[in-house]
Nanobody, 122 residues
Framework: VQLVESGGGLVQAGDSLKLSCLAS????????MAWFRQGPGQEREFVGS????????YYVDSVKGRFTMSRDNAKNTGYLLMNSLKPDDTAVYYC????????????????WGQGTQVTVSS
């Protein structure tokens, strides 16, 4: 499975940005998707996840109410809509795929994307 993120960029605080994650090489096995981020000098942080149907999502507290995940399975694409962006959201954002039961926990990632940079200026 290959994952390619896009949509990152430089925005101002309060702006919105929508990231995309195109998955290729997938099989008929349903897969969950997740987003992580890694800020400068920080460890990679779990942001949230979405189940195969897209009906269930989970977000960490720091982004809850501001970020929204969705997916279009016909296009093999996942999305991360980020509203009310803050300078603290500055990071490289990574898309990930994981399998197995979906739940509100940090997943055991099977595949990673290469990341896309999001920079939020104050």
């Amino acid at each position: 499975v290959q994952l390619v993120e896009s949509g990152g960029g430089l925005v101002q605080a309060g702006d919105s940005l929508k990231l995309s994650c195109l998955a290729s090489g997938t099989t008929s096995t349903p897969y969950n998707m997740a987003w992580f981020r890694q800020g400068p000098g920080q460890e990679r942080e779990f942001v949230g996840s979405i189940n195969p149907s897209g009906r269930e999502t989970y977000y960490v507290d720091s982004v809850k109410g501001r970020f929204t995940m969705s997916r279009d399975n016909a296009k093999n694409t996942g999305y991360l809509l980020m509203n009310s962006l803050k300078p603290d959201d500055t990071a490289v954002y990574y898309c990930a795929v994981f399998y197995g039961p979906y739940g509100t926990y940090k997943p055991d990632v099977a595949y990673w994307g290469q990341g896309t940079q999001v920079t939020v200026s104050s």
